[in-house]
């Protein structure tokens, strides 16, 4: 999108344990990973309410997804989001990630405050989908 600015967390899809992307598993994980993330609470938290959802929309290009288009997308409409936070952990468990057997990853991430703060909230969210992530600081 256009914009001063953009925030978000790009996952490296072709490493284990989120690829290769053929991979049914992977897909799974990527898709509960994807059910799971609430993108308004991270905007607040690392934004400090100085953002707004566009969902990529920009009413100048017609091939773009309104806001509606967007909250039909799975795991894009925060009044479905407790139903999909509660598909993305049973996905895990069925692949029988527990408390006791945690998938592991690496997160790296900037020293910039928002970038932090919305870090920490990852590794929250995934903490719950039983993924425990290792973050790495690089200085920005």
């Known amino acids: 999108m256009l914009g001063f600015s953009w925030e978000g967390f790009i996952p490296n899809l072709q490493r284990a344990p989120l690829g290769p992307q053929d991979d049914p598993t992977a897909r799974k994980?990527?898709?509960?990973?994807?059910?799971?993330?609430?993108?308004?609470?991270?905007?607040?938290?690392?934004?400090?309410?100085?953002?707004?959802?566009?969902?990529?929309?920009?009413?100048?290009?017609?091939?773009?997804?309104?806001?509606?288009?967007?909250q039909e997308m799975p795991g894009f409409n925060p009044n479905k989001k407790s139903e999909d936070q509660a598909e993305a952990v049973s996905i895990m468990e069925g692949l029988g990630y527990s408390a006791s057997n945690q998938l592991e990853l690496v997160i790296?991430?900037?020293?910039?405050?928002?970038?932090?703060?919305?870090?920490?909230?990852?590794?929250?969210d995934l903490g719950q989908l039983h993924i425990k992530a290792d973050v790495r600081v690089q200085q920005s």
């Open 108 to 124: 790296v991430t900037g020293s910039g405050t928002s970038g932090l703060r919305q870090t920490e909230l990852l590794v929250e």
């Open 29 to 70: 994980i990527r898709w509960a990973i994807q059910l799971y993330m609430d993108r308004d609470k991270y905007g607040e938290l690392g934004l400090q309410g100085s953002y707004y959802n566009s969902y990529y929309y920009l009413y100048v290009w017609d091939w773009l997804l309104s806001l509606e288009e967007w």
